[in-house]
């Protein structure tokens, strides 16, 4: 039993609010990155957001008062380190660390290339590790964190008959490193979890939503017959990044319409 009274107990929903806390989102110039940095803005969180897409980033900033836009690409050492650091000499620190950015390229194995499965981890893998290195060393010393890393359903299934080893290699590898970095810094106050969508509308998924193949695909093995819709991850994401998920680290949130149930 607590020590003490907790009022939020009378107010369950306040514990998903994020007032005055600076989040990081990644890969926030379209899609899922786009409306994550939407919905942890409303709910009264400082935001930071980040995407190769400078102009996009503009727009969408100029969209949420208060929002900070640093453009740079996440598969750049370089870049990451600049992220961060301008982050924190902006707000001060980082509270939450959203690492959304992604990508994929499909295709056999037999024609898929090294260097294209090498920039695929870099990207979803690698970034991943360094801005939790990078964000981490504050968070430590401030004994406070939260990471939500996006990590995906295909981290846990196979993606065939949508050929991409290089996506679910790295998916997978990111499900595992939130576990061990939750971990590591179970005792020092800082939560990791991960969040594994399924098949949503994006910009990643474009054309899936009205070609004929991947909706008989999708309709045929998925036990909730159709496509997540951006705004069904808002819940999930704020019980990873908020007080709300304050017992809980080095889990996966599956949403997925009951794909990986099968």
């Given amino acids: 039993m607590p020590d003490q009274f907790d009022p939020r107990a009378l107010d369950p929903l306040s514990q998903f609010r994020l007032d005055g806390k600076v989040v990081l989102v990644t890969g926030a110039s379209s899609g899922l990155g786009m409306r994550f940095a939407k919905v942890l803005h409303a709910v009264g969180a400082q935001v930071a957001i980040s995407a190769r897409r400078a102009d996009r980033l503009e727009a969408l900033a100029a969209e949420l008062p208060g ?15 600049h992220l961060v650091a301008t982050v924190e000499k902006h707000f001060g620190r980082i509270d939450v660390l959203v690492n959304n ?22 990207v979803n893998t690698v970034a991943v590790w360094h801005l ?33 080893a290089n996506y679910s290699a790295s998916k997978g590898a990111v499900i595992n490193m939130t576990r061990e970095l939750a971990l590591q810094w179970a005792r020092k106050g800082i939560r990791v ?4 969508p399924g098949w949503f509308e994006s910009e990643m998924t474009a054309g899936m939503e009205s070609d004929e193949g991947s909706q008989r695909y999708i309709t045929t093995n998925s036990p909730m017959p159709r496509m997540g819709f951006a705004h069904e991850l808002d819940g999930a994401l704020l019980f990873l990044a908020s007080d709300a998920s304050s017992f809980m680290t080095g889990q996966n949130v599956v949403v997925d319409g009951g794909w990986t149930a099968r």
């Fill in 193 to 196: 979890n991960s969040l594994c």
């Fill in 132 to 164: 939790c290195k990078l964000a981490g060393v504050g968070m430590v010393e401030r004994k406070s964190g939260c990471v939500v890393n996006i990590a995906s359903m295909l981290g846990l299934v196979g993606a065939t008959p949508i050929k991409q």
């Fill in 67 to 81: 929002v900070l836009a640093v453009p740079g690409d996440v598969g750049i050492a370089k870049d990451r380190e």
């Fill in 101 to 122: 950015a992604g990508i994929s390229r499909t295709g056999g194995i037999e024609v898929e290339t090294l260097e294209t499965f090498e920039d695929v981890l870099q």
